[in-house]
């Protein structure tokens, strides 16, 4: 399968890197795959529509090293090769010049933490009671981290809170995902032996594997499901 890449240093964490690519991508292809490290999506449009377009996102001391990969089914890969790769050349360059840009604009951005919490092989999620527009769909405990608090503290205190549970948070987890408004949704592990109440939520459930597709996620929520299955079934991170 034909092939070409370009690659980019950012600095700017991998995660944020991941979430800025996302949102890039998503403008153009459909996204197929999400992990921590690596987005894929395929292209629907001419002239490269069925092309896989993949963004690594890998941390070096420099910085994170963001490489665009397009790759192509063809019967003849070497003359497709040469003739597609001005086009090629020049769209990875714009999805790697368009995450740059918006990666550095979010590297500030206010978060808000998710808290992915899994016993016995399931993963805990709430249902929103309010606003209207999000009520009944689902998503994980958490909130925004408030000015000077650390991204732990916050899960800390808004497990606190929303779940009347006290957790140990872990590492962050997938990439960040941009959230309407330019916030970056965040999720980190965590532990907790406490039984979670639904205290500002309509319900709190804890899904399988098999019901993650289940419920009515929020969209953000949604795009790391790849993550939220991965973390269950215990390959995470
Ligand atoms: N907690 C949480 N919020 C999420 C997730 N996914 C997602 O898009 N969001 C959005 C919904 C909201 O717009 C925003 C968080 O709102 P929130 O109401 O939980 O925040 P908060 O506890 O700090 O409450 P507030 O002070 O803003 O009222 O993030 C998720 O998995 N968990």
Redesign the pocket.
Known sequence: MPALRTTELIDVPARTVAGALIEVISKRAHLVSVSAGQIAAVLPGQPFRGARLTGTCASTPAGTMLTCELSWLSPNAFVDGIAVRRPVLSLLGSVAQGTRTRAVELVDAPV???TAIVRDGRLLAQQ?AFPED?AGMW??????VEPGESDQAAVIR?CQ??LGITVSPGVAIGPD?V??GG?L?R?YEAESAGDPVAVEHEAVRWLSQDELGDVEW????RILLPVFRDLVSGYAR
């Open positions: 808000i933490v998710g929103r999000v998503e994980l405990p958490g909130g925004r808004e809170e929303e995902v959230l309407p916030k949704l999720i929020l969209p953000a929520d």
